[in-house]
């Protein structure tokens, strides 16, 4: 969902309507996707308060909290990715172990995806790639299992820079061209998905090391682009707010 203010529209008045009718557990439900569109425009203080609000309502009694397990999960998961924006790493690491618990033992292979690449991410934050592969791969085996496309470009992005950055040029070539073939054609790509691919070249090419590691018919994917280009589109394409972590990684790269 990248329309926070359709979001906006159909959650408040879901929201105003459970006020109404005094009904406990879906104003717990809904505080939840409020957390959620106001990350989506940058109040991320206030989607905090909304997210602690709904893990609240909902962790009351036992037998609340295993039914909304998958409510709770997503909860977390939004409290981590709040903790990656403020570039608090270890926390965010940690509450996303949280949103994995309580899908631990769970049918549930979408959420186990979400939050297996979150969790890559953020252990990608804090330089831990080896084990931040093991979850991105763990994401990428569930998805292929499912016809689960959503945020595929940013799975595959990560895994293909994560891997360059363990020095494996094949992983990183492969899931370089898979991301590249899977928003063909670009132009008619979700303006995050192109940003994320417009991200992935401009990290390769800010980084010495990566450029390096990838030449001859691989550095063909680049497009004879200068990196300038890439980070100009990048910047240009992902969000200013559910993308605050890349861009920062980006830029931090660049002056390095």
Known sequence: MNKPEDMQHYVQFAFDLAVQLNDYESIGVILRLKGLQEIMVGEISLAEAHLKESIKMLTINPALETKYA????????????IALIRENYTESIALQEVALDYIKGKDIPSSDVVLSLDMGIALFAIGDYQAAQTYLDRALAVSKNLNFFWRRPQLLAFIAINSLFLGDVDKGYHHLVACQEFLKPLSKANKRDRGILYWLKAMILVNEETAQLLSGTAKSLLDSKE??????????NLSPYRDA??????????KK
Do not use: P, T
């Open 245 to 254: 972590y890349e861009r920062k990684v980006l830029f931090s790269n660049i």
């Open 227 to 236: 990196e300038d280009f890439y980070i100009e589109q990048a910047e240009k």
């Open 70 to 81: 998958i409510n709770l999960a997503a909860a977390y998961d939004y409290l981590s990715e």
